[in-house]
Every structure is written in C-alpha cells, then in structure tokens.
C-alpha cells in the first residue's frame, strides 16, 4: 500500500548509523508452482470494512483493457473484455464502476445486453447460474473523476485515475480506486489475470502493470501470468523517458521517469535491482518475471504489482531508496500473498515496513533495537489515536497503525525465532501461498505449522490490545 511517509520520522533515525554487512542468509531458488489457478480462479469474500465494492457472487478470471488516452479532450476511451465466474447465481452482472463514464455497447458471450448504472455500480442485465462462466464486453468513454481517500493521512490524495492540468495521467487506488478507470470488482479476495493495450499519442508513453510486451506505434502492452488485485493495477500516461536495467539473475527492470523533470531521481532508481536482490538474499526469489518503477506527480507511494508507482516528492527525497525497499517488499508482501479483506491490511503493511527497518538498519543490532524503542512509544499513541491494527476503522485507511504495531509483532517474532528460522518463515509464506488471498487465521495456522510453536497469543495480542503488549 502507499508508504505512510510520516513514518520517515521514526526511521531517519537510523540512517546515520554505522552499519555492518548484513549477511547473506539463503541463496534464492526457483520458486515451485504456486498453488493459485492458472485461470484467474479466486475464492472473493464480502469485504466487511468497504462492503460498497465488490462483488462476492463473481469471481472475474480475466481483465481484457483496450485502452486510448486522448489529451486534447481528456478522454479515455476503453472496451474491458471480461471473463467472469459466477459464484452462486446471479440474476444480473454487477461490477463497481464510475458513472462518469458512458456505456456504447456491453454483451454477454456476444450477445448484447442492457446496462446501466446504479449509482457507481454497473449492472449487465443477464442472469447467470451458479458455476457459469461467461465473457461479458463492455464499450465506455469519458474523463476520469477521482474518489475522496477514507484516511486522516498527510500524504492523503484522491483515488484512482488522476488527469493533470497538460492532460496526462496517473493512478493510485488503493483501497478502491480502480473503478475509476475500468469495471472490475473492486476487493482483495478477487485477483485475476490481466491483458492491458493503451495507446497514447506521438511521443507519449502509456505505462501499466504486469510484463512489458514489444510496442507496436503508439500502443503499449502488458499482460500477467499471476493473478493482480484490482488495487495493485496501475496506469500512467505521459511523455516519459525509459530506463532498462537487470536485477538479480537477469531480472529485466524497466524505470519509467518523465522527461525532463526526474533527472536527479534516476540515480536512485536505477539501483530498483540491487534493492530486489537485497530482499531476495533474505525472502526468497522475486515472485514475478519483471519489475519497474514508474514516477507520477505524487507525494506518495504505491507497491502496484510488477511496476512500483513513486510519486515524485518521494523519488526526490534521501530517503528514497529506503521507501523502494518498502514498496518492493510488497511485492513478496502483499502482491504475491495478499489480504482476503481490508481488516488483514496490516499483513501487507507489517511485513513491508518490518523489512524497511532492516534495510536501513543493515544488520546493526543497536539500530534496529533503537527503532523498537521508538516505534513502541509511537505503537502505544496509534492504538490510542486510531486503534489496534486488527480492526482498523473504515475512515482511517492505512494510517500507521497497520505499519509500525504490525512490524513490532514480527520483530518479536524474529527475537523469538532467530534469523534462520524467521527468514525460512517469510519465504515459506510466500511459496506456500503465492497467488493467494490469505487473514489472520490462516496467517496464525501457518506460523504456528511452520515453527512448531503456538504463537497464537503474541499475534493476537499484537493485532488486538488496546495498549502495546509487554
């Protein structure tokens, strides 16, 4: 999820520490065939924090976007090809999706249908039968119109697809802003696989998540081969300069700054693979065949699957390559393994942040005491001020709850565990689990299964007290 920058303060700390060579603690593997679909299959879930987005009766397969930005009238035009599972019957197709766009033409297995909006909701008029899957297309065009963010956060910015004043454009949609640019089920539990086409103008970029493919005239392309919340989709549309490097074991790496105004920052991110292989020594090989970063006027950050989305106030601050540890470690953290609801978020936020800390920490056992020192006295004023990570409040989307209280819970379980153990821990997660959507009950089994040890009680001491836990 986007970084909580106001959590620099704790961390800045340590960044004038004197530092050792953190060792290496296992060499990266080839990762065995994930247990998720092939298909885009998923098991959806209400969503009980957002239950306004969503839609549990469907699980969607497959995300087919033709996409084409024109930005002398600031309108994108699409057609979602979309293969959907139903769930248990339905007697109409319902996706979240924005009113501020008009509907052409929508069909059923290339039959048309009627749709129409039901406030931000599209329904399709066509029933399904349990078990029926079924390829629905809709044809749409309009400006995009952002969603306010439910969160106090200073770095707090509008949702979903964002056009600026010379006409490009940019995304963040955590937790449910994807509906603003194409029509999807909007919640965690639903990952599917997606193709996206955008074509742009000469001399523009059109940037997204997932694999690159060869570009062909003004359209680009992407497709996935895992499965991609709906959150960790991304879109960027502007005149921007492309870097390619390798990370670990050939890793292709493409850094996306825009012209003529990210220069300073290039330095930093075309280090995007060191910091990859930096995490892989410690959770195993990088859960996808390509990564990126890609820099939109923002004063935040977004883990979007395979292609990070930095804002530039980020991209331009010292503590940069610290924040690209963060949002990469989602990437085992949160993109490969997600939550199955917005309640869990704090598994995202607590292994990412958890992994932040030892990267500016490298393997200096004071550093890393003294963060726990300070994020306890932040810890014990976030469980006042917002509450325990466990039951986050649905106005108070990502506050530092989900960061710092979660992140201390895997620091005890590292001091209980040791290295060995504790690391075997994180990559065995994402092994077992990758393509999944997973909470805390599942979390708290896997735990326990995997050290042989009831840590039951720290973890929902952790996720649940009123005060910090001794």
């Given at each position: 999820?986007?970084?909580?920058?106001?959590?620099i303060?704790?961390?800045?700390?340590?960044?004038?520490s004197?530092?050792?060579?953190?060792?290496?603690?296992?060499?990266?593997?080839?990762?065995?065939v994930?247990?998720?679909?092939?298909?885009?299959?998923?098991?959806?879930?209400?969503?009980?924090?957002?239950?306004?987005?969503?839609?549990?009766?469907?699980d969607?397969?497959?995300?087919?976007?033709?996409?084409?930005?024109?930005?002398?009238?600031?309108?994108?035009?699409?057609?979602?090809?979309?293969?959907?599972?139903?769930?248990?019957?339905?007697?109409?197709?319902?996706?979240?999706?924005?009113?501020?766009?008009?509907?052409?033409?929508?069909?059923?297995?290339?039959?048309?249908?009627?749709?129409?909006?039901?406030?931000?909701?599209?329904?399709?008029?066509?029933?399904?039968?349990?078990?029926?899957?079924?390829?629905?297309?809709?044809?749409?065009?309009?400006?995009?119109?952002?969603?306010?963010?439910?969160?106090?956060?200073?770095?707090?910015?509008?949702?979903?697809?964002?056009?600026?004043?010379?006409?490009?454009?940019?995304?963040?949609?955590?937790?449910?802003?994807?509906?603003?640019?194409?029509?999807?089920?909007?919640?965690?539990?639903?990952?599917?696989?997606?193709?996206?086409?955008?074509?742009?103008?000469?001399?523009?970029?059109?940037?997204?998540?997932?694999?690159?493919?060869?570009?062909?005239?003004?359209?680009?392309?992407?497709?996935?081969t895992?499965?991609?919340?709906?959150?960790?989709?991304?879109?960027?549309?502007?005149?921007?300069?492309?870097?390619?490097?390798?990370?670990?074991?050939?890793?292709?790496?493409?850094?996306?700054?825009?012209?003529?105004?990210?220069?300073?920052?290039?330095?930093?991110?075309?280090?995007?693979?060191?910091?990859?292989?930096?995490?892989?020594?410690?959770?195993?090989?990088y859960?996808?065949?390509?990564?990126?970063?890609?820099?939109?006027?923002?004063?935040?950050?977004?883990?979007?699957?395979?292609?990070?989305?930095?804002?530039?106030?980020?991209?331009?601050?010292?503590?940069?390559?610290?924040?690209?540890?963060?949002?990469?470690?989602?990437?085992?953290?949160?993109?490969?393994?997600?939550?199955?609801?917005?309640?869990?978020?704090?598994?995202?936020?607590?292994?990412?942040?958890?992994?932040?800390?030892?990267?500016?920490?490298?393997?200096?056992?004071?550093?890393?005491?003294r963060?726990?020192?300070?994020?306890?006295?932040?810890?014990a004023?976030?469980?006042?001020?917002?509450?325990?990570?466990?039951?986050?409040?649905?106005?108070?989307?990502?506050?530092?709850?989900?960061?710092?209280?979660?992140?201390?819970?895997?620091?005890?379980?590292?001091?209980?565990l040791?290295?060995?153990?504790?690391?075997?821990?994180?990559?065995?997660?994402?092994?077992?689990?990758?393509?999944?959507?997973?909470?805390?009950?599942?979390?708290?089994?896997?735990?326990?299964?995997?050290?042989?040890?009831?840590?039951?009680?720290?973890?929902?001491?952790?996720?649940?007290?009123?005060?910090?836990?001794?």
């Open positions: 999820m986007r970084r909580l920058l106001s959590a303060a704790i961390t800045g700390v340590l960044a004038g004197t530092a050792c060579t953190a060792p290496v603690i296992s060499q990266a593997r080839p990762l065995p994930r247990p998720a679909a092939a298909d885009g299959t998923s098991a959806p879930v209400a969503d009980p924090v957002y239950p306004g987005y969503g839609n549990p009766a469907i969607v397969l497959h995300y087919g976007l033709t996409l084409t930005w024109t930005p002398g009238t600031k309108t994108l035009s699409g057609r979602a090809t979309i293969r959907l599972r139903a769930v248990r019957a339905v007697p109409q197709v319902r996706l979240d999706f924005s009113s501020a766009y008009t509907v052409g033409k929508a069909s059923v297995d290339d039959t048309d249908a009627a749709a129409a909006f039901t406030g931000e909701d599209l329904t399709v008029d066509r029933p399904l039968a349990a078990g029926a899957v079924a390829t629905l297309v809709v044809e749409y065009t309009g400006t995009p119109r952002t969603v306010p963010m439910p969160s106090h956060r200073g770095d707090a910015e509008p949702l979903g697809l964002t056009v600026t004043a010379d006409g490009e454009l940019w995304t963040m949609q955590e937790p449910y802003g994807a509906s603003t640019w194409y029509p999807v089920s909007d919640q965690p539990s639903d990952k599917a696989l997606y193709d996206i086409s955008v074509t742009v103008p000469d001399g523009w970029s059109g940037i997204a998540s997932g694999t690159p493919l060869p570009q062909s005239g003004r359209t680009f392309e992407y497709t996935t895992q499965p991609v919340a709906s959150y960790l989709t991304t879109l960027a549309v502007g005149r921007y300069t492309k870097t390619q490097v390798s990370g670990p074991r050939g890793l292709p790496v493409t850094v996306w700054t825009r012209t003529g105004r990210d220069d300073a920052a290039v330095d930093a991110l075309v280090q995007s693979g060191q910091l990859i292989g930096w995490l892989e020594e410690r959770f195993g090989p859960p996808f065949p390509s990564a990126g970063v890609v820099v939109v006027p923002s004063s935040s950050a977004m883990e979007t699957q395979q292609m990070v989305t930095l804002g530039n106030e980020v991209a331009g601050s010292p503590a940069v390559r610290q924040v690209m540890v963060h949002e990469y470690a989602h990437h085992w953290f949160g993109d490969a393994v997600g939550p199955s609801t917005w309640r869990d978020v704090w598994l995202n936020e607590g292994w990412a942040s958890y992994a932040e800390q030892l990267y500016v920490a490298q393997g200096n056992t004071a550093a890393i005491e963060w726990e020192r300070q994020a306890r006295a932040a810890d004023r976030l469980r006042k001020d917002v509450g325990p990570p466990g039951n986050p409040p649905a106005d108070s989307f990502a506050e530092g709850n989900v960061y710092v209280c979660p992140a201390l819970m895997l620091r005890q379980l590292h001091k209980a040791g290295d060995a153990k504790f690391f075997a821990l994180g990559r065995a997660w994402v092994r077992n689990y990758a393509g999944t959507a997973q909470d805390r009950a599942s979390f708290t089994a896997f735990v326990n299964r995997q050290t042989g040890r009831d840590f039951t009680g720290l973890i929902n001491d952790w996720l649940d007290s009123p005060t910090t836990p001794a």
